[in-house]
C-alpha cells in the first residue's frame, strides 16, 4: 500500500504493475480490494492505482468534519495531477458517479472512461423519470433517517437488501456484515451528495472520452434507467450488459466483467511519448 496526501485526508493506495496507468473506484460499503483480481490481472501490462475512497478502508481525514463531494471528486484530481499523463479511469456504483463527475474536469487528460451503473440518480430526476427517480429517492430518504437516528442494523437491511437481496445479506460472514453496518452513515452522506446534485445531463454531451458502459441484465430499475440515459447522452459511448447479473457484478460476475473492461482499455492504447511530446 501507499498513500497520496490530499488538502483534508491520505489517501491510501494500491499502486501496482507499470505501464499506461489505470484509476479504480470503487463502489458504497466496499474498498480499493474491490478490485484485487482485475488490478493483477491488469498489472501484467497497465500501472493499476485503486484508492480507498473517504470512509473506507485505510483512508484517512485529518479533521473531524464529514467528507464533501469535492472530497471525492479530488482523489480523481490529486491522482491525475499525481500522473501527469493520459489515463484510463474506471468506476463502479458510488464509484463511477464520482468518475463520471471527474471526467467532466479532467476529460483532456483521460485515455477511456469505464462505468459501471453509476449511482448518478439525479439525472433521473433532472431527466423526469418519475418511476425511477421516486424509486430510489424512497430508498434514499429511508436509509438517511435511519442513519440519523443510529439505527444502523435496520439501515444495513435496507441498503443491502436492496442491492443484494436479505438472504445474500444475511449469510455474509459476521465480520463483514459488522464492517458494512459501520460504514452506513457514510453512505447517508453519499445519497445527501446523489440526490441534491445538480449536474444537468447536458454538461455530460461534451464528455467526448471513449466510455465503456455496463450494467446487470438483472439489476435495479433505476440504475438500468440511468445507463439508459447516458447511452443517449455521451457522444462516444459502447454499451454491454452482463447477463444474468445485478448491480454487485463487479463481484458476483468479476470474470466477465473484468475481461470486458481489460478489452476496452486495450482498445484504446495510450501513447505516453506523444502526450508528453504535446
Known amino acids: 500500500m501507499t498513500t497520496l496526501k490530499l488538502k483534508r485526508s491520505t489517501i491510501s493506495l494500491t499502486d501496482v504493475g507499470s505501464g499506461p496507468v489505470v484509476v479504480l473506484l470503487h463502489g458504497s460499503a466496499s474498498s480499493r480490494h474491490q478490485w484485487r483480481k482485475l488490478a493483477t490481472q491488469l498489472s501484467e501490462r497497465y500501472r493499476v492505482l485503486v484508492p480507498d475512497l473517504h470512509g473506507y478502508g485505510e483512508t484517512v481525514l485529518h479533521d473531524r468534519a464529514p467528507p464533501r463531494l469535492s472530497d471525492e471528486l479530488g482523489i480523481v484530481l490529486g491522482l491525475a495531477d499525481h500522473i501527469g499523463e493520459p489515463f484510463h479511469l474506471v468506476g463502479h456504483s458510488f464509484g463511477g458517479a464520482i468518475a463520471l463527475g471527474a471526467a467532466r474536469r479532467v476529460h483532456d487528460q483521460l485515455a477511456s472512461l469505464t462505468l459501471f451503473e453509476p449511482a448518478s440518480f439525479h439525472l433521473l430526476r433532472d431527466a423526469g423519470d418519475t418511476e425511477a427517480w421516486s424509486e430510489i429517492d424512497g430508498i434514499a430518504q429511508q436509509h438517511m433517517g435511519l442513519a440519523w437516528e443510529r439505527k444502523l442494523e435496520a439501515c444495513a437491511d435496507l441498503f443491502m437488501g436492496y442491492w443484494i437481496g436479505i438472504p445474500a445479506w444475511k449469510s455474509m460472514p459476521e465480520e463483514r456484515r459488522a464492517a458494512i453496518i459501520s460504514c452506513m452513515p457514510k453512505i447517508a452522506f453519499e445519497w445527501r451528495w446523489i ?80 502526450a508528453e511530446a504535446a
Do not use: K, W
Not at 227 to 234: A, F, G, K, S, V
Open 195 to 274: 440526490t441534491l446534485v445538480e449536474d444537468a445531463l447536458a454538461r455530460y454531451a461534451r464528455i467526448d472520452t471513449p466510455t465503456l458502459l455496463l450494467r446487470g441484465s438483472q439489476t435495479r430499475v433505476p440504475p438500468r434507467r440511468v445507463i439508459d440515459l447516458l447511452r443517449n447522452t455521451l457522444p462516444n459511448c459502447r454499451f454491454e450488459e452482463i447477463q444474468g447479473a445485478g448491480h454487485m457484478a463487479p463481484v458476483s460476475h468479476p470474470e466477465p466483467v473484468n475481461a470486458i473492461i481489460a478489452a476496452h482499455l486495450d482498445r484504446h492504447p495510450v501513447d505516453v511519448a506523444n
